[in-house]
Structures are given as structure tokens and as C-alpha cells.
DNA sequence: AGTATATACCAAAACGTTTTGGATGTCAAT
DNA sequence: ATTGACATCCAAAACGTTTTGGTATATACT
């Protein structure tokens, strides 16, 4: 079929591992044969068989990384942006990524299990951390290279990059009450997530230092979704006193507020200010514009992607770990809050 | 390090033919062999080496797909929900996929030989076909196994699956008309898209059983982003004779559009309509919920990926063409126009 | 008794690489 | 003439599987 390092080898007189230290680059074969070896190889059209390779490196040059979603269908644009700094990092750095979607639990775990057991990949990317990682754990416990993307209870055991969400929210909390506003709702994913209870405090800690407190009755847990983003969205609209503004956690969740909003009439960024978090490309296309906190997912993608590859090359000697000050992008879908206008 | 065939077959004291075979689970070995080999394997923690077999059975169980993204950040949820179609069947069938995003082009072009070549996947799916498409040239010159997402020219030659947009367009002309629209805006792909004729000539055609034309400086071509949905409905809006209704095709520039639309004080659904093409996840809880034509992307990576495998496989006696009936979803960002109203 | 059939097993080759541990030849220094 | 150093090369083993082409034993049929 495709031509090997065997077919090269008889082709040019020498043996295959005379072949296989030219394509190499070793510096004992002369320089005329590596010449000839590396033209014919050309002219052939070798390419090397990536899985004789790595059975024999014993190592696999790839990158696992499961993504938890709830429904097998995922489509929140927040991944697909990581996905892609991920993956175009990887690919530069030479690692296939091998990708596969689990919702959160028993399934998920086994799928960790197989890709390390069956030597599949050489290092996961964990994203979206938990308070109690199972999937931390286990990696922990087998040893086995990884790198998070957000951190845990107790995550100076590992590597990871984070965006500071606490530091995001008291800067979403300062903008709001520089508007006015004092009645204040947030929609937040399901606490097991390691980002939520930081999110929150940030925003009541904000708050607080003007005085104004968040009550309880005022946040609501989510899934991140946009579906569930308008129904709480309405949930909260609907209490006694209405809420002057509404922070929601993520961005989709932040379209789903604007849409109850808008369906009751009333206008964003005026009668009630909604804001986001993650800054997605269609943020500054919706209507309005959403003001929100700005991750740059892509990047950190990227950094999440480089920091495994040298940990799998041992070239990290410690953990690393880095938190990201996120910032505000102000834009339409928050204003002045007007006492008269209600 | 893990666990091999090898170490089994000590244990057992067994060849490590017997052990393979019985693991394959062939009946040239006896029950209780059978048995005592399996219960050994779970205890010991076995999981086969995949590049081993991989190597050995000279295939690579492995799917590939290239995304053709304009700028390395895909965020078109439109391409996550064929990927998460495609790559949980893929899972379903044992299969890996092998996901990297290329610009159309030169680079993207050696992407596709490098897989090939170094025997790195067993088929391509091929998304978002070109009139003439290079990738489609390619794989047919090598007799290379894949399916595409949409068609081309000249496609009797290969297995696809593909919505019918010509007739989705129609559904979208008769759904305009019935609502007094008599001016419409049309924002397309580039033209070297195949759907991107197919689509136009739907809406026109379309549109002429109704005696209206379809005016060519009413049609835009933008590139399936936001912000081009943005650009070029600002365009035509600013048109002296401003359309009443615009036809996007696809969602993300729909949203684009309403945004171009409402920024200008024009309520959407009953100033201007607009019209999308996917219905993805958003347009549901887009403000308004957007008209648009449903594909049922998911679906169709699943089906992609199946048919691919049954091509690998050999399971295919001759090319399977799939064409797709989409229907409408009639949302609120459509409405009847009222010739007093402006 | 001899032949055929079925059952249970296995040694060795193969897949395409890289790595190990030399071998051979040349040249300069002793 | 030896020795050592260096440059250039290579045979064979290894990575972990599957497959090929058997063998050996027991049972059943003439």
C-alpha cells in the first residue's frame, strides 16, 4: 500500500535504520545519504506511520479531553471557542486531540478510566472543575498528567488556569451600582460547579461595600442554558418587588433574561439592565449589545494546551497556576436606573 | 508500566495466541478457558494497546473532519452540533474522531494529504461543500473513503447527505408572500458555497410564482458571521426603497440582521421581517424568537457518520445520496407588513 | 485398527517504527 | 605497527497486538 521506511531503505542501498536515523536527523549518517534518503523519501511520498510510532515510543501524542455536557447535543459557543484554541494549539504543538462529549457522573468516569488505561492520550485537559472532582481524583491518584481549566476546594495539587470570577463579579457589581440600581437578581449554574459560590460571593461582596445586600430570594441556579437563563429570567421578574437589574453567570443564560425581559415589554438596558459572563463573539451583536465580563477562552485554550504539553514533556518542574483578571465590557444591555420610570 | 496480553498469558499459563483469541472471543478456545481469561483480564485490569491493534489490523478505527473556519475561533454553533452529532456516533461505532479547523485552501488541502498519507484516519467527512471543491477532488483521485455534508456540481460520483434548500427557500418565499411582503433583502454566503446558488434560486423561484422579483441589488453576499448579518443588513436597510422583509441564510446573520434592524428604532416582526436558515438552539430564545428554516443538524451528523462507517466497512454496494425535506418554523421575527405603517 | 472429525491449544510471523549495541573503515597521533 | 578517535553504517530486538498455519489429543465412524 503506502510506501515504508523498508521500501525507502532498499530503494537508496542502506538499512532501515540507517532510513529511519536520517529522516531523524541523527548526526551519524553522512550528510550525502541523509541528502538522498530525505529526496527519495520525497519523491516517494513517505509519510510515517503514525501508529507504528507511537506503539513504539510508547507514547501517543495526543490530548484527551471530554467535554461534560448535559444533553449529548452540545451547543454553547463557549466550547467551541475552547475547542478551538485547544485544538489549533495542539496541532501546532504536534498532539492530536481526541475529543468526546459525557454528561456529568458514572459515564464520564469510565471514559476517563479507558483513554488512561488503554494508553489512548497522554494527558487530559479537565474543564468546567467541581467542588468534589471525581475526575481531579482519579487523575491524581493514577498520576497522570492534566491540566484543569478552573480549580477545586483544593487545587494546589495540580496545575490549572482560572479566570479570577470573583474579581469579574465586584467589577459587574461596582458598574450596577454606579447605575443606580439596588435591586438585584443573579441566575447562577448549579452549585457543584467550582465557579458558581466564587461568582456569587463576588458579586454580594461587591455589592455590599455600597451597602446593598443580595438577597437570597433574588438568586436562582441554572444550567447554563438559554432556555433556563429566560425561565428564571421570568422567575425573577416576577416577584413582588422586580429586580432593577439581573446578572446572569454566563452569557447564554444573559440572552435568555434579555428575551423575558423584551416579551414583557419592557427594554433592556433601561428599565432593567442584564449582564453576562464569558464575553461569546455573539454578545456584541445581540440586541441590545450585552455589557458583560470579557474570558478570553480562546487564549486560555491555548495556554491550558501549551502547560500540558510541557508537563507531558516534563518540563515543569512545579505546578503552575494562573488566574486571569477578567474585564469589563460595557455596552448597551445595562443603563441608569431611573426611581420615576416604573 | 500497564497491563499487557503478555502478562495474561503467564498468568494463565496460556499461549498469547489463546489469550487474544479468547478475548476476540473466537471459538477455537474452550469455555472455561474463555471464562478464566476474561476474569483474569478484569482483574488484572486489562485495556489493549490501540495503536498495537491498530498497527496490526492496518486501519485506524478513526474518523476525520476538517472544519473549514474562516478564522482559527469557530463559534458557529451551527459546526458544534455537528460535531457533537457526528462524534458521539462515531463513539457508538467505536470509532475516534479526529477534529482539526482549516482555512479553505492551501494549508487545508496538505491536511487532508497528511491524513491520508500517513494512514492516520479511515474516511473524511467533508462539511460545507464547494462548487469545485478541491478536498472532494482529492479524496475521489484516491479512492479514499468519505462522505460530504452537502453537494457539489457534479456529485453522482460519491455518498452524501444534504438538506434540500432550494425547497427550504420556496417555504420561506410563500411564508413571506402570505404576509404582503413585496420587497425582500436576501444575505448569502460566498458564492463559491454550493448551497449558496441552490438557496437563492429557491427564494426566487420562489418568489416569481408570486409575480415578484428578486431584485440583484437586493441580494448581499456576506460570509455566515454576526457581524457580516449586521453589515449587510445595515446595507439594506439604507437602500432607498428599504426591503420589508430579509431572508438570511443562515441564523447567525439573521441575528445580525435584527440587530442592524433594531438599532435603527424598527420593531422586527412588524417593520422589517427577517428570516433565518439552520434553527439553531439560540434562534428559539433569540428577542424576537426567530422564523427560520429547521435543519436538523444533529441528526445529520449522526446519519453522516453512520454512512461513513458503512463505507469503511464495506457495507456499501453503491453511492447513497440523502436529500433532507427541511420544514419552516414560524417564530415571531416574521409578520404581516402593513403598507400605512411607514 | 485405521481413518476422519472436532476440540483445544500454540509458535512464529507480521504490522512499521525506534533504539540498542555494536561493526567497519579511515585517519592521525604515538 | 599500534592505538585511539571518529565517521558511517547496520542487525536485531522491541513495542503489543492479530493472524497464519499448524499440532496434539480425544472421540466417532468404518
Redesign the interface.
Known amino acids: ?2 510506501v515504508s521506511i523498508k521500501d525507502i531503505a532498499k530503494r537508496v542501498n542502506r538499512s532501515i535504520t540507517t532510513v529511519s536515523r536520517a529522516l531523524n536527523d541523527y548526526d551519524d549518517v553522512s550528510p550525502e545519504t541523509k541528502q538522498l534518503i530525505l529526496k527519495t523519501a520525497k519523491e516517494m ?1 513517505y ?6 510510532q ?2 513504539q515510543k ?1 507514547q ?1 501524542d495526543t490530548i484527551g479531553l471530554i467535554l461534560p ?1 448535559f444533553s ?6 463557549y ?3 475552547l ?3 485547544i ?2 494549539k495542539a ?1 501546532d504543538l504536534g498532539f ?6 459525557r454528561s456529568p457522573g458514572f459515564e464520564e468516569n469510565k471514559a476517563y478510566e ?1 483513554m488512561v ?4 492520550v497522554d494527558g487530559f485537559i479537565v474543564v468546567r472543575t467541581r467542588n468534589q472532582d471525581t475526575r481531579i481524583e482519579y487523575l491524581l491518584s493514577k498520576n497522570f498528567p492534566f491540566v484543569a481549566f478552573g480549580r477545586t476546594d483544593d487545587c494546589n495539587r495540580f496545575s490549572y488556569v482560572d479566570e479570577d470570577g470573583y474579581y469579574g463579579m465586584q467589577l459587574v457589581a461596582e458598574h450596577l451600582v454606579g447605575l443606580n440600581h439596588d435591586v438585584i437578581g443573579c441566575i447562577t449554574p448549579k452549585p457543584d460547579l467550582a465557579f458558581t459560590e466564587k461568582r456569587i460571593a463576588g458579586l454580594r461582596d461587591g455589592l455590599e461595600k455600597y451597602n446593598i445586600k443580595l438577597d437570597p430570594a433574588y438568586i436562582k441556579a441554572g444550567d447554563l442554558t ?2 433556563s ?2 425561565e428564571l429570567g421570568a422567575e425573577l421578574l416576577d416577584l413582588s418587588e422586580t429586580p432593577t437589574a439581573i446578572v446572569a453567570c454566563n452569557d ?1 443564560m444573559a ?2 433574561v ?2 423575558a425581559v ?2 414583557r415589554g419592557l427594554v433592556v438596558g433601561k428599565d432593567v439592565s442584564v449582564t453576562g459572563f464569558d464575553d ?3 454578545s ?6 450585552l455589557t458583560t465580563v470579557h474570558q478570553p477562552v ?1 487564549q486560555i485554550g491555548s495556554m491550558v494546551c501549551e502547560m500540558l504539553v510541557k508537563i507531558i514533556r516534563d518540563e515543569l518542574s512545579e505546578h503552575q497556576q494562573i488566574l486571569l483578571k477578567p474585564s469589563l465590557i460595557e455596552r448597551q444591555s445595562t443603563g441608569i436606573y431611573d426611581k420615576r420610570a416604573i
Chains 1, 2 share one sequence.
Open positions: 500500500m503506502s511520498g509519510s510515517p506511520n503514525t501508529f507504528a507511537r506503539l510508547q501517543s455536557t449529548p447535543r452540545f451547543s454553547d459557543p466550547f467551541s471557542e475547542l478551538a484554541g485544538g489549533n496541532a492530536d486531540l481526541l475529543v468526546s462529549t479507558k488505561e488503554g494508553g489512548r438559554q432556555r437563563g429566560y447564554l440572552f435568555g434579555m428575551s423584551q416579551e461569546i463573539p455573539m456584541e451583536y445581540s440586541h441590545p449589545p480562546y
